[in-house]
Each structure stands twice: as C-alpha cells, then as structure tokens.
C-alpha cells in the first residue's frame, strides 16, 4: 500500500511517519490487550445487546458505526478510560450541537484514507496509479461531552427477524456449505467448500449463524474473491493473518446484524499474533481493514440495524440546541479553542 508524504498541516511529521506512529500504538495497546485476554474479538458476548454502552462505536451525528481499525481502536479505547457511551464526535461536532468538551479532556485519535488522484502525463495517460494517504483525526467520547443528551436505546431486530436476516445473507452470497464437518467447522480453499457439524450441534441458533458467518469470512479469501493468502498452515504468518482477518470480521459481523460473537479457538491463535504485530506493527491495521472489506463484500450493511435512526438523530440535534443556543461571543471562544486544540491533537 503505497503512502503518499504528504505532510499534514500544523505537524512536523509526513503522514507516512504519522501513520506508522499510529499503527505502533495501536500495535501495542492490541498486544497488550492480547496478553490480558480482554482483546475485543477474543471475548463472547451474547445476542440481542440493546442497552446504551454496549454497542459498536459510532458518530453522535451521522449515528454511522465505525469501520475497520477505528472500530477495535475505540472499543479498546471505550474500556480502558472506563467510558459508558457508545457515542464520539469530533470537537467542532459537540461545537454545532451546542455542547462542548470538558476541560482537560484528552482526545482519541483515530484514521481515515484518503485517494488521490492519478496523474496524467502529455499523451493523457496515467503516470502513476491513485494511491492512498492517511489523515489522522481526532473524537471524543459522549462522557466527555458537556451538555450531551441520553444515548437513545438501540433497536435490535427480534430474534426471529436476525435470523432471517443472516439466512438471506448466506443464501445470497452462494458459498458451497455442507453439515458433513462432523464436530469441525471449516472452510476448505481446495474445493472452496464450507463445512460444518450438524444444526442441532449448536448450542443456540445464533451460535451457528455466528459460526456460519465466520466461516464465509474466510471463504472471502478465494482468489476469486477478495483474494488472501489463505496457503499456510497452522502456525504459519499467513495462517496467523488471515485467522485475525476472520476474527476482526466475525466480531464486526457479529455486533451488526446483533447476533453475538463467539471466538472459538482463539487461544490457539493469540501467541502468534503477538509475534505478528510484535514483528510487523502495520499488521493489525492490514487485518482491520481486510476485515471491513470481508463485510462488505458479504453486503453486511444491507441487513445491518444502525445504532441511531435518522429521526432520532434530528430529533437529538433540536434538543440540544434547544436546550443551550450559544452566543456569537461562546461560539468565537470555542471555534479559537477548537483551532488550539485541534492543532495539539494531531501532533503524535
């Protein structure tokens, strides 16, 4: 993946040297995480999860979940500052709702991609392929948010409702899945072929679409599809990558369409992933965004229950600003302020 260094305004640092910070604090506090067995995919939860403080991360504003690396980063974030909002936002964010961030408050940094354009020579042609550059931003949790109101309560389908939501989605994606895996699930890149115990060996029908589901993460990864290295065996690297892809995506998976997360066989995994990412940093980032296109691919968004729906999200807006209409005087202070703070922010 090709990094342009570019350099981000306010900052000594390319975003090449910006992005390869990040990626070793995130290392880092994952490894950590690794070690205490409290990493956010290597833990079950159950299904049905409804209540504020126990969902994915997402915007106060748009109510849209964060993807891929940002997605882990704040759940682990969430648990070590000990927060009990699933809602972040962005400094001029709180600003526009009328709210405003405590002081003293530390922000959390997290990354988005950027595109760049190709450019063209004389005859019009390509010179050099569009490439990606990160930029690094900054949010904040709702407890660190004066003036926010409550987190509206997260409408999850009824249990019969996400099942069928799961069965569409395994039917439309069209992989071979067989119940001959005998007391094994597995997915078999030779025949490119899903195998897995009977139904009735699961212990709850969310289990086996959990299962079900990790196990098309991985049948993502044929070379006709997204294309992973899915050739080594256990206890190799590329085994070791592309366990974490299926993972990172099974937890996305799970949390979406609200059906729970159970990791299985993690245990067996996570010595090696401490050496990937002892070894190789970047790795974790990699594997989170593979993750995010597993979901995509699979067209998770489709059945997938947003946190916030549209009306309450214009309905939390109104009652904010109803309830603290700042002054032009406030508003200059704090848009100063935002300009202060968002300067420090972004220095890594």
Known sequence: MALKRTRQQGSGKSAAQKYADYAQVYADMVIQH???GTAPWIRPWGPGRSEPGFGAPYNAITGKCYSGSN???LLMIKEMKGYTDDRWLTFKQA???????????????????IVSDAKENDQGEDNEQARLFPILF??????QIEGMPLA?????????????????LILAAGASISHNGGNRAYYSPASDSIHLPAREAFKSTDNYYATTLHELGHWTGHKSRLDRDL????????????????ELASMMIGDRLAIGHDPGQHVAYIASWIKLLQEHPREILIAASKAEQVCTHLGVAKYEHEPMKVAERSQMAEQVRG?????????GKGRRASKRQRGVELSM
């Open 34 to 36: 690794l070690e205490d």
């Open 71 to 73: 997605y882990g980063w």
């Open 95 to 113: 600003m526009d709702l009328g709210c405003h961030v405590r002081k003293g408050e530390q922000s959390t940094v997290c990354i988005k991609w």
């Open 138 to 143: 900054s949010v904040f949790n709702g407890d």
């Open 152 to 168: 509206p309560v997260r409408e999850i389908p009824k249990e019969h409702e996400r099942h069928e939501q799961c069965e569409a």
């Open 231 to 246: 050739s080594g065996g256990f206890g190799s690297v590329s085994y070791a990558k592309e366990e974490l892809v299926a």
């Open 323 to 331: 309830e603290r209409e700042p002054s032009a005087v406030e508003a």
